[in-house]
């Protein structure tokens, strides 16, 4: 080996002596990555404005290996950007997607990528938020303003009569078409449909949407954002409806401020994230925990001085927890775990986490290093929160 190989063996292609090291030696996003998502086989999904992921072209989404090498069985014809991403049942991926030209739209691909004509478009949207698969396959999504349009050409106009930064609440059957039996009896924004009378879907106030959705094993349906009813119920800010969409009169826990993020735990505890410092006349400091029935977890003492953008639990119980600054973990008891170290991102923030089985977490955002180390866009952390070089 030459002495000039030898030394770009120990610094990595295209390095020279002296410069920070990268992580690997292929590219990561050109542009920022938003949304992640491992699927069960350790596959991750990968979502955002990019255009180029590991230097090959894909635009708005891709994949990647459990390694970090780009899975090349896998492309789209996506052309623009990808803002939300779930899995269905049958392995089935739906994405929310803003075209380069036109309204954003839910949308749903194969596997493989490919998108699924079996599946009714839906859009133009004005943004989405969440969205959520209830066990029977369908879906939730929180948004504003809506245009579904159906398989034989009929389309169906969701919006908001009174402003349309007002947001509510849709169901779609798993091919994407409405349900027409489920209906949210609430008032101040309605859904408009072909051979019906208006429907009202939710009342909210402000310019802050429905954020957060979340499905409970016994098909209950947690709702979290900025609203002061729903229905004729004063809910504010968080609440939860039956699965025929009437509010739970028995389930009343209230935030005192804006809700971002609902986590359901394995035993059906409900960890909830956001600006609020009391829910459920508790205090707590933008993070808290419920039991299944509403009521405070008086065991858990979490407490995070930002803004909760995100929320999951590892295998062993433990909370990661994403905010304004970047990503902590917590113990199951909320207390700080201190043998996690906080990743430090330069030239960019973090927008986007999801767990692998083994305990290691990918991260994806704007940054191009994270502790000091060279990476585009998207990196892994081990389990103790030090990058993981070894990711491809």
């Known amino acids: 080996m030459s002495l000039k190989s030898y030394i770009s063996s120990l610094f990595g292609k295209g390095q020279k002596p002296g410069e920070t090291p990268r992580i690997s030696s292929s590219s990561g996003a050109d542009r920022p990555i938003e949304v992640l998502l491992t699927q069960p086989d350790g596959k991750i999904l990968v979502g ?4 180029t992921l590991r230097e090959q072209t894909h635009v708005g989404i891709g994949r ?17 950007s990808v803002r939300l991403i779930s899995l269905q049942g049958d392995e089935k991926i739906l994405i929310g997607e803003i075209p380069q030209k036109g309204f954003a739209r839910i949308s749903r691909l194969n596997n493989d990528g490919t998108r699924d004509p079996q599946f009714s478009s839906v859009g133009p949207i004005i943004e989405f938020r969440s969205i959520a698969i209830r066990n029977d396959g369908s879906i939730l999504i929180a948004g504003t303003t809506w245009q579904w349009s159906g398989p ?13 930064d007002l947001s509510h609440l849709v ?14 009896r609430n008032q101040g924004v309605w859904i408009y449909e072909p051979d019906h009378d208006l429907v009202p879907v939710a009342n909210m106030v402000g310019i802050k949407p429905i954020n957060a959705i979340a499905v409970q094993a016994d098909g209950k349906i947690l709702l979290g954002g900025c609203f002061a009813s729903l229905g004729n119920q004063k809910r504010k800010n968080f609440g939860r409806l039956n699965s025929d969409g009437s509010v739970d009169m028995d389930f009343e826990a ?82 700080a775990d201190e043998s996690f170290k906080q990743p430090k991102f330069k030239g960019g923030h973090l927008n986007a986490f999801s767990t692998q089985q083994d305990g290691k977490i990918v ?21 103790d929160g030090m990058v993981d070089t070894s990711f491809v």
Do not use: W
């Open 48 to 51: 955002g404005k990019f255009t």
């Open 254 to 335: 209230n935030a005192n401020d804006y809700v971002r993020v609902i986590c359901l735990q394995n035993d059906g505890k409900i960890l909830v994230g956001g600006t609020f410092t009391k829910l459920q006349g508790q205090k707590c400091k933008h993070i808290c925990r419920l039991n299944p029935d509403g009521k405070p977890d008086h065991s858990f003492y979490g407490e995070i001085s930002e803004l909760v953008h995100a929320i999951s639990v590892q295998n062993d119980g433990k909370i990661l927890v994403q905010t304004q600054l970047g990503l902590m973990r917590l113990h199951s008891n909320g207390v």
């Open 64 to 80: 990647l290996n459990s390694n970090g090498t780009l899975d090349t069985d896998f492309s789209s014809d996506i052309d623009g």
């Open 152 to 164: 034989d050409g009929s389309r169906a106009l969701v919006a908001t009569p009174l402003a349309s």
């Open 363 to 383: 991260i994806g955002g704007t940054f191009t290093k994270v502790n000091d180390l060279k990476c585009e866009r998207i990196a892994r952390l081990n389990y």
């Open 171 to 184: 169901l779609l059957n798993a091919d994407g078409t409405l349900e027409d039996s489920y209906r949210l």
